[in-house]
């Protein structure tokens, strides 16, 4: 089935949990999409998975669109959220809404997803207004590393555990119909979500959460950078990948790969005919 915003807004009502994962390119969105997830994010996560930056900073409109169109061409019937990227949104109201408005023409997603909270409450209002669906991103936002000192949990004193709630509460009252919460504390976002009316995506936030997303590679083990504390590996996708890697290499190697099964055939009176010297100069 298809989801929607009305049936995302359902499963929280039922208290059924949704799941996300991020997907960049076709082959894995059609793997996550047949395996049954929810919905999928194309994250601006792709600056360090994809693109081997260390941060998501340089990430641009055209590297999301360029990834996003892959993602919605494999994802089949799945719901598509598509990161927009740094200063594709925080400058003016316009901008916001303008680059909104390209990565759903342009890739095919079925939504946004922003980073900030009350500070933006007028550019959300207005994506939103555009009749485009904003799914808010609050508590470690990646593109403001530089200003939060680092990738590190937020809300822990009480005055920040408040503005996280206001942020929360911005991104819904603005008409957001999902709000994702990173590396925040288990309990802040069981109040969170019970606070909201509009589903709460946890990575790194705990099973409060009514949702959770994590960074494919992440899941898989197959990024061989840092871990964070909340990625659980369900899958040694990076080892089976060099396994096979190096059995490919060694069958090359020894002449083994590839064998009759792998090769085409030819008629052998064409063979011998060139080797009689047949062959037209
Ligand atoms: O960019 C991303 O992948 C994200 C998730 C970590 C939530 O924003």
Redesign the pocket.
């Known amino acids: 089935m298809k989801h929607t915003v009305l049936t995302l807004q359902k499963m929280k009502e039922d208290g059924e949990k949704i799941t996300m994962v ?1 997907a960049y390119d076709y082959t894995t969105a059609a793997i996550a999409s047949e395996s049954g997830i929810d919905t999928i ?1 194309v ?3 792709l600056g360090m998975t994809m693109l081997g930056y260390d941060d ?1 900073l340089a990430v641009t409109m055209d590297d999301m669109i360029h990834h996003a169109r892959a993602v919605t061409r494999g994802a089949g019937d799945t719901f598509v959220i598509c ?1 927009m990227p740094f200063m594709s949104y925080q400058a003016s109201v316009y901008d916001a809404v303008t680059n909104a408005g390209r990565i759903m023409k342009e890739s095919g997603a079925n939504a946004v ?1 922003i980073e900030g909270g009350a500070n933006i409450y007028d550019s959300i209002a207005a994506i939103v207004d555009a009749s485009i669906p904003v799914c808010g ?1 609050i508590g470690m936002t990646p593109q403001s590393v530089n200003a939060m000192g680092g990738f590190k949990v937020q809300g822990k004193d009480i005055k920040k555990a408040q503005q996280l709630i206001e942020d929360a509460r911005a991104f819904e009252d603005a008409g957001a119909f999902m709000v ?1 919460l ?1 590396c925040v504390p288990s309990r802040l976002s069981e109040i969170i979500t019970r606070e909201l009316s509009i589903p709460t995506i946890g ?1 790194g936030a705990g099973a409060g959460c009514d949702g959770q ?1 994590l ?1 494919y590679q992440d899941m898989l083990n197959m990024f061989p950078g840092h871990q964070a504390k909340f990625v659980k590996h369900f899958a040694e996708v990076g080892e089976e990948m060099r396994k096979g890697f190096k059995a490919y290499i060694s069958e090359v190697k020894e002449g083994v790969f590839p064998s009759d099964e792998h090769s085409f055939k030819i008629d052998d009176e064409v063979i011998e005919n060139l080797e009689l010297g047949k062959i037209r100069k």
Request: hydrophobic share 30%; proline share 0%; net charge negative.
């Open positions: 991020t994010l994250g601006d996560s998501t990161d997803k991103h994702t990173e990575i997303v960074v």
